[in-house]
């Protein structure tokens, strides 16, 4: 047995393609063209997206792991990506009916969605949430005041 | 929140400096020392921290964040060359630094930047 009570961050990555509308109720017709340009075409488009989800806690002294890798994939695929894969988010995510499903949104609802289930898997607790709209785009929630 | 966007340019450099002999540059810096100067594809991330529009679902409206960070960082710099255009030696380290002073400059009424990330080569990245 080695005692090693340092946390670590542990880092899972999956993936899921999903269509989306960007398209506020709040705003005009005019207004969501102009603030959201091509993500307001009636009939949405999609991305393939990158989520990663980063998990803090101290590395268990027989297993030597924060958390148990199998229980964190099984965890993403009942939560995540059975859900979102092949999906339009604005329709078939009861969330975002009347919420603009956009990067920002998305990484709230996740962190809101893991961060209970993360916590029930060990002694360990949710560190940082991160979706990759693109290769070219990321939103992060990350643990901090508030969180 | 924090948003991340992914900015590319391409720029030569050569890293030499005054306040070192010609044998210490070569001695410091290697072959990046040589006289004529070589270049990068770099790549610049620029992460933004603030709170989300709720009408929009946005922290920032693309296009415009787009526009503002060609005009303050990417059309300076862009197959330019870095030592004509930075002051002091064109370091990872001190392009990070500077870049973020201009983008900071630039989104002094807008979100703030949490972070930039300069991508020198895949091997090397610079975070100020």
Not at chain 1, 134 to 147: N, P, Q, T, Y
Request: aromatic share 8%; proline share 3%.
């Amino acid at each position: 047995m080695v005692n090693d009570s340092a946390w670590v961050r542990i880092q899972r990555t999956v993936r899921f393609s999903a269509a989306h509308r960007y398209h506020s109720e709040q705003l005009s017709e005019e207004e969501n063209r102009r603030v959201f340009g091509k993500c307001n075409r009636p009939h949405g488009h999609g991305h393939n997206y990158r989520l990663d989800v980063g998990v803090d806690g101290p590395v268990d002294a027989v297993t030597g792991m924060v958390i148990n890798l199998a229980d964190l994939d099984a965890l993403l695929k009942e939560k995540v990506v059975e859900p979102l894969d092949h999906s339009f988010l604005n329709y078939d995510v009861e969330h975002f009916a009347h919420i603009v499903p956009t990067c920002e949104n998305l990484a709230s609802w996740l962190w809101e969605l893991l961060e209970e289930p993360v916590a029930s898997l060990g002694n360990c607790r949710l560190a940082v949430v991160r979706v990759w709209e693109s290769e070219e785009l990321f939103a992060e929630v990350e643990r901090g005041e508030g969180r | 929140m924090r948003l991340a966007r992914l900015y590319r340019f391409e720029a030569a450099h050569r890293l030499h400096t005054p306040w070192l002999t010609e044998r210490e540059n070569e001695e410091v810096y290697g072959k990046c020392a040589r006289v004529g100067g070589h270049g990068h594809n770099y790549e610049i991330w620029v992460v933004f921290e603030g709170e989300v529009d709720p009408r929009t679902g946005l922290l920032l409206e693309r296009e415009a964040v787009d526009r503002r960070v060609r005009e303050a960082l990417i059309e300076r710099v862009d197959h330019h060359n870095l030592d004509e255009v930075v002051e002091g030696v064109t370091t990872g380290e001190r392009l990070a630094r500077v870049f973020r002073r201009w983008l900071e400059a630039a989104f002094t009424d807008g979100p703030a930047i949490e972070r930039v990330e300069l991508v020198e080569t895949p091997r090397n990245r610079f975070v100020a």
